[in-house]
C-alpha cells in the first residue's frame, strides 16, 4: 500500500492535479504508519529562534492545497520529539500503545462531547464500565468517578470536594478562604499549589509536611502540624498525600496518614497520578496500601499505562460529594435531558464539552487484561532494579536518593570539576546527541538526572547504551570544564 | 486497498492466525474511511440499560487478540451518533474536517505535552503563531493566550484574571470570596455559575443582568445593578459578557458594556466560545464590536470552525495578568529548565499535562485561509436566514426568539393539545427516526427546539428535509396526544 501511495503521489506532484481529501488522508495514515515503522533519532535538536525561522507558520488568506498540507505534516514529524523511542525517558509516559492509538482515531472520527448520555451513548456505556473497573482497584465499591483534564485538574477536583464537605454552605455563599488550609508533602507536585490559588485559598494556606529520607510525608509531623495550625485559629480541610511523587518516585505512607485524618476529621485525597498504577501489579501493590481508606484519589491512565494523553482519573469514595460540586443543573435546561439524567455524565464533571477519553483505555484494558497490566508494572520496576545496581556499581556514577518506584535520581560524579555544572551540561549533550532524553532536579542543592521507566520501548540493552552514552560524555565534559 | 484488507482478514478469520498490530491498525483506519464514506443512520436508538446489555464491556484477566478489538471498535461505531452526518444540528458543532481528523492522528501518534519547548519544540512554534493569529482577531496585539480545555475552563480563566488583578495579594494570602461578585447576563452559559463554585466565591455571587427581549444583557441595568451592589457593600470584580449566548444566539453589547466596565474599573470577560467565529467574517464581525476593549475572551474552534474537541482558546489583552496566574515555576525545578524559560508555554496554562490542540487548528487554518473561514461562517448565516423564513412562512411553526446568529428557537404551534408535550414529543421522535437531532431549551416556560447552523454537511436540500419530517411528525403527534 505504502509503495502504491508513493507512486501515486508522484504522479499527482507531476501532473499538478490536486489530491483530493481522501488521498490526503491516506498519505497521512501511510506517514503515520511508516512513523511507527522507523527508527530515528530523538530529536533533531534546534532553539526556538532558529526552529521558527525554517518553519512556515504563515496562516494566509486563500486556501492551500492537501499537497502543502502533507508537507507541513512531514515538516512536523521531522521536529518533534519522537516520544516512542526506546530513548525517551524524561517525563512520566513515553512510548505508544498502537490500540490506543487507533481509538484516538475513532475519538476523533465521532466527535461528539460526553454531557449526555444521549449524545454519547455507547461512549457513556463504556466510561462508566472502566471507571467501575478503577474504583475496583481503589476499593470503594460504591464510588464515583470521572475522567479530568489531568492530574493537576484531578487535585484541584479533590480539593473542592473536601471543602464543599468541610463547609456545604460556601458553594453557594462563597468561602472565606484566608483561614482554609490544606496539608501537602514538600515533595509533592506543583499543582497542588497552582489549585491552591485557583479555588482561592492562596499559596500560603497550602503548607508543606516534612518528609523522611525516602520522601515520604511522615504522619507524625503531620499530626503534628495539624495541632500547632488549630492552636493558631487555622482551619484545616484537606491533606493531600502522593503516591509516586515526581521526582522520587516515593509512596506517601497511606495507612498512617489516614489514621489522622480519620481521627482529625479531615479530607484525605491522593495524588496518584504517577504511582496509581502499582494497584495494578500484585507484587508491588502494597505501595498503594491504604488508598480504600482515603476519601478521593487521581490516577493518571496516561502516565505508566501509556496511554496518549489526556486520560486521568479521578475517583471518589462518596458519589453524593462530586455530584453536589459538579451540580448545574438548574440552570443547564437546554442540555440535560430529565429522562434520562442520572446516565448523563455531566452531572459528574466540571467540563461541559467533554472529549472521549474512556474509549483509549477501555479497549487498551481489553487488549491487555489485567495480567497484560500487571505484567508491564512488574517488568518495568525489573528495568528500574536493572539500571538501579549498573549505576551504584558504577565507580562514577551515584545514586542521589533511595528509590521506591520506577524514578530513579543520579548524577555522575566528579571530584575535579563542579558538579552541577557538569551534570547539567552532560543531560543537554544527552538531548542534543539525539540518543536519549531524561529529566532533571534539585534534590539538597545537587543537580541530578532523572531517569525514569514508563516506556515499553525501554530494554536492558538499550538502558546499557544509555550508561554508557552518560559515562562517555561525563569523561569528556570534565576534560573540557575548567577545574576547581 | 480497502477490499485487498478485506479479503486478508478473512483469510486470518478462516486459518485463525492472529492478527499483527500493524494489520489491525490498517483495519482500523480501513474502518474509519468507510465511516467518512458511508451515509448512516444519525443514530440506532437505544435506551441505556439495552445499550448496556448489548455491550461487551467485561474488563477481563488475560488478553484478548486484536481481532477482538476491531469487533468492538465495529460495535462502537454502530452505535455511536454519526456526528458528520447533515441531520445532525444538536450542540453547537457537527461534521468533520478531514485535515483536523488527520491532525488529530499526528498528535496522538507524537503524543507529547505542550509545557515545555524541550518536549514541543515544533508544537510551540505552531501554538505561538495561531495564538497570535486570533489575538490579531481579537485586537490585542500585545496579549497572551493559550489552548484550555474548553469554554468552561475559559471562562474560570477570565475569572482567575480578573481577581488576580483586583486583589494581587490574595493569591498568597488567599481570598475573603463572601463579597467578591461577578455579573453575568441571565441568558449566560452554566459554566459561569460553575466556575463562581470553583473559584470559591459561591453561586449566590454570580449575579444576572437584565437582557432585552434579543437576550442581550442591557449596559443600563448593568451600571444600576453596580452602584446598587456596591451600595450594599459588594465587591464587583469581574463582568462576564456572551457573545452568541447558548440558547438563542445573542450578542451583548461590547461597546457599551466596555465602557461601563471601564469607567467602574471593572474586568471584563467575554465567553465567545460559540459566537467568536463572527470574527471571521467581514460580513457579521459588527456582532463582535468592542471585542478589543474587553480584557480577556474565550473563543472555542471546536464550535463553529469544526475543529473536533477539544480546541478552545482563552485570549487576555495584558500578558502579564495570564503569568502571574499561572505561577508556578518556583516550585517546579524539575520541570521547566531556565535556558528555554521564556518559550516554555506552561507558564501561560493551568495544566501540567497539556495535549496539543493548536496542531489541529492551525492545518485546518492552512488548508483553508482566512478566506474559507469567512465563507463558511457566511454560509452559515444563508443557511440560517434560509430556514429561519421557511420556518416563519410556515402556517404550524412559530418562532420563539429574535434571531442574531445561526440559532433558530422554534416550536410546532398546536391549539388542541398541550404544545410543550407535543415538542417535547416531537424532538424524541426526530431523535429515534434517526434523521435528524436538535437540542431544546425552556423560554418563557415555552418547550422549544432549539436549530443550530454549525456543520459543513447542511444544505437547503438537508433543512428542507428538516422541516418537513417536523410538520410531519408535529401532525402524527397532534392526532395521537389527549386533546385540550
Redesign the interface.
Known amino acids: 500500500?505504502n509503495e502504491?501511495l508513493r507512486i501515486i503521489r508522484l504522479i499527482w506532484l507531476d501532473s499538478h492535479i490536486s489530491m483530493d481529501?481522501?488521498q490526503?488522508?491516506?498519505s497521512?495514515?501511510e506517514?503515520?504508519?511508516s512513523?511507527?515503522d522507523d527508527e530515528r533519532p530523538l530529536?533533531d535538536?534546534?532553539?526556538?529562534e532558529s526552529?521558527?525561522k525554517i518553519?512556515d507558520?504563515?496562516?494566509?488568506?486563500?486556501?492551500?492545497p492537501?499537497e502543502?498540507?502533507l508537507l507541513?505534516?512531514q515538516?512536523?514529524?521531522k521536529?518533534?520529539?519522537?516520544?516512542?523511542q526506546s530513548g525517551f525517558m524524561?517525563?512520566l509516559?513515553g512510548g505508544?500503545s498502537?490500540?490506543?492509538?487507533?481509538?484516538?482515531?475513532?475519538t476523533?472520527?465521532?466527535?461528539?462531547?460526553m454531557y449526555t448520555?444521549?449524545?454519547?451513548?455507547?461512549?457513556?456505556?463504556?466510561e462508566k464500565?472502566?471507571i467501575s473497573?478503577m474504583l475496583g482497584y481503589v476499593g470503594y465499591p460504591d464510588g464515583a468517578g470521572t475522567f479530568t483534564?489531568?492530574?493537576?485538574?484531578g487535585n484541584?477536583l479533590g480539593m473542592?470536594c473536601a471543602?464543599l464537605k468541610h463547609n456545604p454552605m460556601?458553594?453557594?455563599?462563597?468561602?472565606?478562604?484566608?483561614?482554609?488550609v490544606a496539608l501537602v508533602s514538600e515533595e509533592s507536585?506543583?499543582?497542588v499549589?497552582?489549585a491552591g490559588?485557583?479555588?482561592?485559598?492562596?499559596?500560603?494556606?497550602i503548607i508543606s509536611i516534612k518528609s523522611d529520607s525516602f520522601g515520604r510525608m511522615r504522619a507524625d509531623a503531620l499530626a503534628e502540624e495539624i495541632k500547632h495550625l488549630r492552636a493558631e485559629g487555622k482551619d484545616v480541610f484537606c491533606v493531600i498525600a502522593t503516591s509516586g511523587t515526581?521526582?522520587k518516585g516515593s509512596f506517601d505512607p497511606l495507612k498512617e496518614l489516614a489514621e489522622v485524618c480519620f481521627r482529625e476529621n479531615i479530607w484525605l485525597h491522593v495524588d496518584a497520578a504517577w504511582g496509581g498504577s502499582a494497584l495494578l501489579s500484585s507484587k508491588h501493590t502494597h505501595l498503594m496500601d491504604g488508598i480504600d481508606l482515603a476519601d478521593s484519589v487521581c490516577w493518571?491512565a496516561?502516565k505508566m499505562m501509556g496511554i496518549?494523553?489526556?486520560c486521568?482519573s479521578f475517583l471518589v469514595k462518596d458519589e453524593s460529594i462530586l455530584a453536589k460540586?459538579?451540580n448545574?443543573t438548574k440552570?443547564?435546561?437546554?442540555?440535560f435531558?430529565s429522562e434520562?439524567k442520572t446516565?448523563d455524565l455531566g452531572h459528574y464533571s466540571?467540563?461541559?464539552?467533554?472529549?472521549n477519553d474512556a474509549?483509549k483505555l477501555?479497549?487498551a484494558?481489553?487488549?491487555?487484561?489485567?495480567?497484560?497490566w500487571s505484567r508491564l508494572i512488574d517488568t518495568y520496576m525489573k528495568l528500574a532494579d536493572y539500571v538501579e545496581s549498573k549505576i551504584s556499581l558504577h565507580a562514577r556514577l551515584e545514586l542521589v536518593s533511595p528509590r521506591e518506584w520506577t524514578n530513579i535520581c543520579f548524577r555522575y560524579s566528579s571530584e575535579i570539576i563542579d558538579q552541577n555544572a557538569l551534570n547539567k551540561e552532560l543531560r543537554k549533550r544527552l538531548?542534543q546527541n539525539g540518543n536519549f532524553?531524561v529529566?532533571?532536579?534539585?534534590i539538597d542543592g545537587m543537580y541530578i538526572i532523572?531517569l525514569v521507566i514508563s516506556n515499553p520501548e525501554i530494554t536492558t540493552s538499550s538502558l546499557d547504551n544509555f550508561i554508557e552514552e552518560v559515562v562517555r560524555l561525563g569523561e569528556e565534559i570534565e576534560k573540557e570544564l575548567p577545574h576547581k
Open positions: 500500500m502504491n481529501e481522501m490526503f488522508l491516506d497521512v495514515y506517514l503515520a504508519v512513523y511507527l530529536v535538536y534546534q532553539n526556538f526552529l521558527e518553519t507558520t504563515n496562516l494566509q488568506h486563500g486556501p492551500m492537501y502543502q498540507i507541513d505534516i515538516h512536523y514529524l521536529y518533534c520529539v519522537k516520544t516512542n524524561n517525563p509516559w505508544i498502537t490500540v490506543a492509538l487507533a481509538s484516538e482515531l475513532i476523533s472520527l465521532t466527535n461528539t462531547s448520555f444521549e449524545l454519547a451513548p455507547i461512549g457513556t456505556v463504556i464500565s472502566i473497573k483534564t489531568g492530574g493537576s485538574n484541584m473542592l471543602r460556601g458553594m453557594h455563599t462563597g468561602y472565606d478562604n484566608r483561614n482554609l507536585h506543583y499543582s499549589v497552582m490559588n485557583v479555588i482561592g485559598i492562596g499559596k500560603e494556606n515526581t521526582v493518571d496516561h496518549p494523553l489526556i486521568s460540586v459538579c448545574h440552570s443547564a435546561h437546554y442540555l435531558q434520562e446516565n466540571l467540563q461541559c464539552g467533554r472529549r474509549l477501555f479497549l484494558w481489553r487488549q491487555k487484561g489485567d495480567e497484560g538531548m532524553m529529566s532533571k532536579a534539585m532523572r
